[in-house]
């Protein structure tokens, strides 16, 4: 398998505070980059899901970020394993409504997989 560096793809970090416990990049400089870019997909990660009206995180630094990276993408991916539906993380950083696919596996619980699917499109792997 090519990493991703190795191909014609232009890849961007953006800069920012690691928060240690999840490796995320945090801060207000990642938030300002965010605002000023337009892309064209971006794949969030969720800490839970239980009991929210969309996915959330821990940490507050960390739904800052991914609310910028919300609002600059055309398409925003939600990719969470089962498991994430048994929690609820303490910052929701978006809604539904403002996610168009979301990606998990076949042990989603059959209520959760029913209401979402109603929101946004659900996408189950294995």
């Known amino acids: ?42 794949f969030l990660g969720t800490d839970g899901l239980r009991g929210r009206h969309g996915p959330c995180t821990a940490s507050y630094e960390e739904a800052e970020i991914k609310r910028a990276m919300v609002k600059c993408a055309t398409i925003k991916v939600v990719v969470s394993d089962s498991t994430k539906f048994s929690s609820s993380g303490l910052f929701q950083f978006c809604n539904w409504s403002e996610i168009d696919y979301f990606i998990t596996d076949s042990a989603i619980p059959e209520n959760e997989f029913k209401d979402l699917k109603s929101l946004t499109e659900v996408i189950i792997v294995d």
């Open 1 to 42: 398998m090519q990493p991703l560096a190795g191909t014609d793809n232009d890849i961007y970090l953006v800069g920012g505070k690691i928060h240690s416990s999840s490796l995320a990049m945090v801060g207000l400089w990642g938030v300002n980059v965010f605002e000023s870019l337009n892309a064209d997909i971006v």
